[in-house]
T-cell receptor, first 116, second 114 residues
């Protein structure tokens, strides 16, 4: 059973370009979470999605960032018109279900975005 | 602001020694977790301790939780070179709108000297 897959593992973009980060959850998991990690810091929550729905996007910057988790295919985190401050590691996690109590989130290896 | 703050930020010890990391948090929790992150890699879930538990063991790991002080500690006994990593405490809060979030601290970078 493959774990959470993220691609690409490394992404280099110039200022003003778009970055698209993909996350395939573990088989059977319908909950996906995106986190951002700046150098020397912990992970910060960005957005929580279920299939075709954004449940909680309280950690997402209001502009340039968007996320989706379509019925078919991976979850996509999209960053438009990237700036140097977007350089970070972006981690995706998935869980089996949400039942009012803790459900372990399994993390992918991350995508390291570098904005030149 | 971050929910958890680890102390120390960096720790270097000799192989075979014990390593202790501390975490403080701000609000009420249902559980607290510790994660490990090797350099350039994703996170690995180590252990979860619930708010009604005071101590938990898993192999060479021992976690304590003091809800009155809003603090937790992670002890790694008989450290090995492979334990070199960053360690994060994280809290999970129930309630539909917030149950989605794991709130991470800023981490302790542990280095084991051979």
């Amino acid at each position: 059973n493959a774990g959470v897959m993220q691609n690409p593992r490394h992404l280099v973009r110039r200022r003003g370009q778009e970055a698209r980060l993909r996350c395939s959850p573990m088989k059977g998991h319908s909950h996906v979470y995106w986190y951002r990690q700046l150098p020397e810091e912990g992970l910060k929550f960005m957005v929580y999605l279920q299939k075709e729905n954004i449940i909680d996007e309280s950690g997402m910057p209001k502009e340039r960032f968007s996320a989706e988790f379509p019925k078919e295919g991976p979850s996509i985190l999209r960053i438009q018109q990237v700036v140097r401050g977007d350089s970070a590691a972006y981690f995706c996690a998935s869980s089996l279900r949400l039942a009012g109590d803790y459900n372990e989130q399994f993390f992918g290896p991350g995508t390291r975005l570098t904005v030149l | 602001s971050q929910q958890g703050e680890e102390d120390p930020q960096a720790l270097s010890i000799q192989e075979g020694e014990n390593a202790t990391m501390n975490c403080s948090y701000k609000t009420s929790i249902n559980n607290l977790q510790w994660y490990r992150q090797n350099s350039g890699r994703g996170l690995v879930h180590l252990i979860l301790i619930r708010s009604n538990e005071r101590e938990k063991h898993s192999g060479r790991l021992r976690v304590t939780l003091d809800t009155s002080k809003k603090s937790s500690s992670l002890l790694i006994t008989a450290s090995r070179a492979a334990d070199t990593a960053s360690y994060f405490c994280a809290t999970f809060q129930s309630g539909y709108s917030s149950a989605s979030k794991i709130i991470f601290g800023s981490g302790t970078r542990l280095s084991i000297r051979p």
